[in-house]
């Protein structure tokens, strides 16, 4: 028992970890945590265009789109619930390249054509969050400012358990102290035959 509690508090630990850091996080992810979003263009360092999108996976969609990097100051709100994202999942945004037809989505390096991560997350706190996206094939000059975007509201750098997850972990753990119960009573069973043996 003692294994399986320690494992599910390294379980929790992971599921709970935190990437809140004052400077950039290479691949890191944003997560959605319920209603309306807010994504703002912020002033880029590249000439080429691209247009920031959130995607879904499995078949790759795009699922709305908040301008190019040009359009500095465009502030976009949009429910990802309406998309049929639900709480805790991964938000996934990627910015389409105009110049090159390539895509780089956020988060881990194999979503992308070159399997390198592409975006960096820099958590500015008070639920605000400065992504900068790499725009070129090989991650170019890797200074992750190309593309910069704000993202507000319904977002979070930590992922959550979703209700299911800790459902099962509580579930797991009322398994367990049953089976301790159960073993407590075979014993005692056990002795009592004892007993009952040694009497006769
Ligand atoms: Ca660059």
Redesign the pocket.
Known sequence: MKGSILGALILIAALYHSNSQAIPVLGDSLYYTGGDISVEVLVP??SYTSTLSLYLFGPTTSVASFGTNHDVGLITVFDPSTAGYTHGQELIFGIYVQNTDYTYYMGDGSRNPDGLMHAAVDDMGGNVYHVGF???FNG???????HRFAFSGGVSNISIVPESSTLALFALGIIGLGLSRHRVHLHDHDHDKNKSHNLN
Request: net charge negative.
């Open positions: 360092s590249a790499e725009d070129l170019g000059d890797k200074d992750y400012d190309d």
